[in-house]
T-cell receptor, first 111, second 114 residues
Framework: EDQVTQSPEALRLQEGESSSLNCSYT??????LFWYRQDPGKGPEFLFT???AGEEKEKERLKATLTKKESFLHITAPKPEDSATYLC????????????FGTGTQLKVEL | ETGVTQTPRHLVMGMTNKKSLKCEQH?????MYWYKQSAKKPLELMFV???????ENNSVPSRFSPECPNSSHLFLHLHTLQPEDSALYLC?????????????FGPGTRLTVT
């Protein structure tokens, strides 16, 4: 069965304290791994898509990487405005356009 | 309007009511989705419409009835709901065949069933 597991469930950082969020997946065939940011009471906001192992993408303080079994979202020198829940999702071979989501990592960045 | 819009943003309904949620996408996409988001659970895919045809129905109870009159609009008709149906209902859209398949979400409708 296809599975997406995110860790940790919650993370508290001081402003400027870099860290990484993990998304591990067990799927039959990966067609894409997606990262989203979700603020309270809002819909998820698309961040990145990664398609193959070794691929990396960056946006401001965020950098997403992909291996054959997991993805990391690295946050460099975070600011309080980076506080949100970060979701990852996978699209699999034969799954059409369906995305399977993890439960997310709730990040809080404090001054 | 830009992106994906949803109305209403908040809805409180009794178990015997009938109501509808509306979604509109302004991105020119050809696929639309309904998701349910409950606390501490992953997003649950409910329905998928591709080129206005329903292509997925994830064992959703019949008290939820989707409608996609065209590629820009999606509705979720609700009737005789249960308290456990209280959740955030999210609409999303994506571009198939030539797009990256990333889905763009609306702000959601917070539904409370009393």
């Amino acid at each position: 069965e296809d599975q997406v597991t995110q860790s940790p469930e919650a993370l508290r950082l001081q402003e400027g304290e870099s860290s990484s969020l993990n998304c591990s997946y067990t799927v039959s065939g990966l067609r894409g791994l997606f990262w989203y940011r979700q603020d309270p009471g809002k819909g998820p906001e698309f961040l990145f898509t990664l398609y193959s192992a070794g691929e990396e993408k960056e946006k401001e303080r965020l950098k997403a990487t992909l291996t054959k079994k997991e993805s990391f979202l690295h946050i460099t020198a975070p600011k309080p405005e980076d506080s949100a829940t970060y979701l990852c999702a996978v699209r699999i071979t034969g799954g059409g356009n369906k995305l399977t989501f993890g439960t997310g990592t709730q990040l809080k960045v404090e001054l | 309007e830009t992106g994906v819009t949803q109305t209403p943003r908040h809805l409180v309904m009794g178990m015997t009511n009938k109501k509808s949620l509306k979604c509109e996408q302004h991105l020119g996409h050809n696929a639309m989705y309904w998701y349910k988001q409950s606390a501490k659970k992953p997003l649950e895919l409910m329905f998928v419409y591709s080129l206005e045809e329903r292509v997925e129905n994830n064992s959703v109870p019949s008290r939820f009835s989707p409608e996609c009159p065209n590629s820009s609009h999606l509705f979720l008709h609700l009737h005789t709901l249960q308290p456990e149906d209280s959740a955030l209902y999210l609409c999303a859209s994506s571009q198939e065949q030539g797009g990256g398949y990333e889905q763009y979400f609306g702000p959601g409708t917070r539904l409370t069933v009393t």
